[in-house]
C-alpha cells in the first residue's frame, strides 16, 4: 500500500511540475506575442515617420531645383540678349566694313587710272627729251652716271684717307699702349751666335796632339762631327768652324773630353764622340724641359720635348731660337691675356711656333711646313697647328695665330737680337728697292731704317689716290711673297702732285 501510495504521489507530483511548466511557457509565449506586437506597432509608427520625412525632404529638394533652374533660366535669357544684341552691332559693322571696301577698291581703280596717265605722260615727256637731246634713255643714264662719279671721286678719297687716318691713329695709339705694357714686363738679352765656338787648352803643345800625325786625330774628328777645326797662332785656343750649332757643340764635347783624358788618337775619338752625343741627347732633353718648365705647361710626349730642346743649338740671323721661342712664349701669353685670350694657348702656340727649325736643316720644307707636320704627330691643338704653319702669313686664320706672329714680330725685330752680314744687308736692300721699282707708274724707291721701311714715289699723272692706296698694298704683298727678311717692313708710298707755270 504505501508503494501505491508513493506512487500516486509521485504521478500527482510530476502532473502537477508539468502543468507548472505548462502555464509557464505559455506565459512567456503570450509575453513574447506582446513584445512582437509591440516592436511592429513601433516599427510601423517609425516608417509611417520616416515617409513623412522623406516626402518633406523630396519636396524640399524639388522647390530648390525649380529655384535655381528658374535661375538658371533668367541667366541664360540674360545671355541671349547680350548675343543678340552684339550680332545685331556686328552685322552693323560688317556693314560699314563693306562699305568703306568698296571705297577703297573705288579709290584703288582711280589710282591705277592715274599711275596709268603718269606712265603715258612720262613716257611721251622722254621721247620729246629723246628728240631734244639727240640721246637714248641708256646713254643719258650712262652720261649722268660719268658726271656723279667725277663729281664723287674725289670726295670719296678724301674722305676714305680721313677715315683711314683717324682708324690709325687710334689703333696706333691703342697699340703703342698695350706693346709698352707687353714689353715691359719681358727683357732678355742676346748674345749673336756665328758659326763658330772655341775651345781653351791646357797649353800650345795641346794643338799639335789634337791636329795628331799628318794630320790623322784632325781629320777623324771632322769627319766624324762634321764640322771644321781651325788651328792658328791664337794661344791656347782652337777655333770650330759649322754652321750647325749641334755639331759644333759634338766637336767641342769631344775635343773637352779628349783634352781631358790625354789620350788622343782615333779610336779614342770614336768613343769621346759617342760619349758627347749621348751626352748632347741628354743636355737637349733637358733644354726642352726647362724651357716647358718656364713657361708653366706641361703634358708633352717626350720626343716633342727632344725636338724642341734642339732648337737650343738652333740660331736665326744669329738670334738663338730657343730662347726666341720662350721670349715668344712670354710675349704670347702677355698679349692674350690684354686682349682677353687663351693665356695658355697662346704661350703654347708662341713656344712651338718655330719648331720646324729644328730640323729644317734636315729635311726639305719650310719650317711653318715642318713644323705644322711634327705638331700634328704630337696631336697639339688646332689652334697651335695653325700658328705655327701661318705665323709667316698675312692674314692669320684666328686670334691665337696673330697674337703669336705679333710676338715673333717683336721679339725678332728688337735692335741687337739678331744679326745680318754686311753683304746680306746690302744684297737685301738692294733687292727691296728693285722689287719697288718694277711696278708701273712707280718713279722711284730708297730703302730706309735698315731696311725696315722702303720709300716709294709714284707718278701723279699715272697713279691716283684710291690707285695710290691699292699699289701700296701690292708692294707690301709682292715684298712678302718673294723676299725673306726678320720684323716687317713698311712701304710708304708718296703720291705728289707739282704744277709750275711762270709770270712774264
Not at 682708324?167 to 751666335?193: G, P, W, Y
Not at 734642339?310 to 704670347?332: D, F, I, P
Request: hydrophobic letters at 40%.
Amino acid at each position: 500500500m504505501d508503494y501505491l501510495f508513493y506512487a500516486i504521489a509521485a504521478l500527482a507530483a510530476f502532473g502537477i511540475g508539468y502543468w507548472i511548466r505548462q502555464q509557464q511557457a505559455m506565459s512567456k509565449l503570450n509575453s513574447a506575442e506582446l513584445r512582437v506586437e509591440k516592436l511592429l506597432t513601433e516599427a510601423k509608427t517609425k516608417e509611417q515617420q520616416i515617409i513623412i520625412d522623406a516626402k518633406d525632404r523630396a519636396y524640399k529638394i524639388g522647390e530648390e531645383a525649380k529655384r535655381e533652374a528658374k535661375h538658371a533660366q533668367d541667366e541664360i535669357a540674360k545671355i541671349q540678349a547680350k548675343l543678340e544684341q552684339r550680332e545685331s552691332l556686328f552685322g552693323q559693322k560688317l556693314l560699314e566694313l563693306q562699305e568703306k571696301q568698296q571705297e577703297l577698291y573705288d579709290k584703288l581703280n582711280k589710282l591705277e587710272e592715274a599711275k596709268e596717265k603718269i606712265k603715258q605722260i612720262r613716257e611721251e615727256q622722254l621721247q620729246k627729251l629723246e628728240k631734244i637731246a639727240g640721246l637714248t634713255r641708256e646713254e643719258a643714264k650712262e652720261v649722268i652716271f660719268k658726271n656723279m662719279e667725277a663729281d664723287t671721286k674725289e670726295a670719296l678719297a678724301s674722305r676714305l684717307n680721313k677715315l683711314d687716318k683717324e682708324s690709325d691713329d687710334f689703333l696706333e695709339e691703342r697699340t703703342k699702349e698695350m706693346m709698352a705694357n707687353v714689353i715691359q714686363r719681358i727683357s732678355s738679352t742676346f748674345t749673336a751666335e756665328l758659326t763658330t765656338s772655341n775651345v781653351d787648352l791646357p797649353n800650345d803643345e795641346m794643338k799639335g796632339r789634337i791636329i795628331g800625325r799628318e794630320g790623322r786625330n784632325i781629320k777623324a774628328i771632322e769627319q766624324l762631327t762634321g764640322v771644321e777645326i781651325l788651328v792658328d797662332d791664337t794661344p791656347n785656343m782652337i777655333v770650330i768652324s759649322g754652321f750647325s750649332g749641334i755639331r759644333r757643340h759634338i766637336a767641342k764635347k769631344t775635343l773637352e773630353y779628349l783634352i781631358k783624358d790625354g789620350r788622343i788618337h782615333p779610336t779614342k775619338i770614336e768613343e769621346a764622340v759617342e760619349q758627347a752625343k749621348k751626352d748632347l741627347a741628354v743636355d737637349i732633353k733637358k733644354a726642352g724641359e726647362e724651357a716647358l718648365y718656364e713657361m708653366g705647361l706641361a703634358g708633352f710626349d717626350s720626343k716633342l720635348v727632344q725636338i724642341l730642346g734642339r732648337l737650343k743649338y738652333r740660331t736665326s740671323y744669329g738670334q738663338n731660337a730657343l730662347k726666341h721661342a720662350v721670349e715668344v712664349s712670354h710675349l704670347a701669353g702677355f698679349l692674350a691675356k690684354e686682349l682677353g685670350g687663351d693665356v695658355a694657348m697662346a704661350k703654347k702656340a708662341g713656344l712651338f711656333h718655330d719648331i720646324g727649325k729644328a730640323v729644317d736643316h734636315e729635311i726639305q720644307g719650310t719650317h711653318g711646313e715642318l713644323g705644322g707636320q711634327i705638331a700634328r704627330k704630337f696631336n697639339l691643338p688646332p689652334d697651335v697647328i695653325d700658328a705655327i704653319e701661318n705665323h709667316h702669313e698675312d692674314r692669320p686664320g684666328n686670334l691665337i695665330t696673330v697674337i703669336a706672329k705679333v710676338a715673333d714680330a717683336i721679339s725678332s725685330a728688337r735692335p741687337g737680337a739678331r744679326h745680318d752680314s754686311f753683304e746680306q744687308y746690302v744684297h737685301r736692300l738692294e733687292e727691296l728697292e728693285k722689287l719697288a721699282v718694277s711696278f708701273d707708274g712707280i718713279e722711284k724707291a730708297y730703302a730706309i731704317q735698315a731696311g725696315r721701311e722702303v720709300r716709294v714715289f709714284v707718278d701723279a699723272g699715272k697713279v691716283g689716290d684710291l690707285e695710290a692706296r691699292e699699289m701700296a698694298k701690292n708692294v707690301a704683298k709682292k715684298i712678302e711673297q718673294e723676299l725673306k727678311y726678320p720684323g716687317e717692313i713698311k712701304v710708304n708710298l708718296l703720291r705728289e702732285m707739282r704744277v709750275i707755270e711762270y709770270a712774264r
